[in-house]
């Protein structure tokens, strides 16, 4: 009889995965058929229905410069999919009584600035905060992409800040600043080091066991995917790694990890209960309107049902991770190829799935930037005026700005010479980094100073130091 009940639960696993058609997994394998081209990176796709793993398949390499094949226990650096997890660090330490949500983050930063209105964990957890992005704050003070970053460097441009882009809880915009706090404040609660902390109470209980917390991008970890970036002449590059922040990014994590964790919003397992209903406490606004934002994770709606999903974005990783929890239903993708179309892909997956044809989503990114429409300003003849040099206590860096000919250019010392274009009175906008620079005036009409604003750095204030170069 044992040998019998031995050989029922044997074949269990095969009678699940009749949840997925054979039509079905031919249309999913099509979808990335172009991932399994000769010498091209490509990814691993999984499905989660009810509590079975329906479809998990990879495709194309893992390293191309050493012909290894992505598996489907390869790791992916999964960026912000990364801000679940550590808002989860935060809940489970809030319901053990050891922090509140509601705490101000100068209780543990007494070194940080005093903004007029506190800032709460909340406030960083749903995005709500005001903080500027630091990967703004750095390039605007002459960082390039490929300079390495670290909890630390990101701290000490926290110290420097004086002001905020809102007053928090005002509106919501995407701050990966917050996140790197919200990893840190763990540190100071429990007095361990962050991933390992991850790894003893939300990796391993939860059974993800195949995930971690990295920020030292020189450690050689087996079976993790190199990512790639792809040039214009077709051409792939290695997209190194040189952002070390945690708790905005950089857990890394494979398919099947990832769909034991989604399930969780829908059929949590015993004891999480309360947990990954927290999660998905929506933001709310000074004014009582709410932000489409919770814990971590967007909640919305798509083919006609709510869906809780979060995309990931660094280097040439990148990941997308959905639930469906009314249709018991996870779909991840992850890919080490930046030009990958992943989130598409997977509403392309839940789509076939669910037969239905798949639709627009909407950006979740976007910077916010509205365009001025029938406006039309004619720049001054003599923009001398606007020559001289800034300087920005906040970022401790400087542009020089001149006049060249009958245009106004911008210099510094690592970005490089810019030309910045006048597109209103004493409003000009320059290329990356730099985007929309408003001129200050002092009461006697001289520009005195200027304003740079970026999608996620607003208002960011430079005095004028020196009237010009000559």
Known sequence: MAKGIKMILAVLPIL???????????????????????????????????????????????????????????MFNIGSVSKQFTAMGIVVLHQQGLLSINARVEKYFPDFPI???????????????????????????????DDYRTDQDILKFMKKQSNLNFHPGERFMYSNTGYVLLAKIIEKVTHEDFGKWMKNNIFDPLGLHSTYVEENYQRIVPQNATSYY?????????????????????????????????KNYYSPK??????????????????????????????????????????????????????????????????????APFGEMADDVVGILLTKPRQKAQNRLSSNHTKKQGISYRCPVDMTEYSGTFYSTEIDTWYTFYVEGNTLKCSHARHGEFIVE??????????WPLGTVKMSRNPKGEVDGLYISTGRVKNLWFKKIKSSIN
């Open 16 to 74: 699940c995965l009749g949840q997925i058609t054979d039509e079905q997994k031919v249309r999913i394998d099509s979808l990335f058929q172009k991932w399994d081209l000769e010498n091209y990176p490509g990814g691993v796709v999984g499905v989660m229905q009810s509590d079975t793993i329906s479809y998990l398949n990879a495709f194309g390499n893992a390293s191309l410069e050493y012909d290894v094949p992505n598996t489907t226990k390869t």
């Open 270 to 339: 015993n004891g999480w209960e309360a947990s990954f209903q927290m999660l998905q406490t929506l933001g709310e606004f000074n004014d009582g309107g709410t932000s489409d934002y919770a814990f971590g994770i967007y909640i919305d709606e798509l083919f006609g049902t709510k869906r809780i999903q979060h995309a990931g974005v660094v280097g040439g990783y990148r990941a997308f991770l959905c639930t469906y929890p009314k249709k018991a239903l996870s779909v991840v993708v992850l890919t080490n190829f930046s030009n």
């Open 230 to 262: 792809h040039s214009h002449d077709k051409i792939f590059e290695m997209a190194q790694g040189y952002w070390a922040y945690t708790g905005a990014g950089n857990v890394h994590s494979t398919a099947r990890d990832l769909l034991i964790w989604s």
């Open 422 to 431: 006048c597109v209103a009175q004493d409003e000009f906008r320059g290329s």
């Open 115 to 145: 903004f007029q209105n506190p800032i709460t964990l909340k406030h960083l957890l749903q995005h709500t905060s005001g903080l500027r992005d630091f990967h703004e704050l750095l390039a605007l003070a002459g960082w390039r992409g």
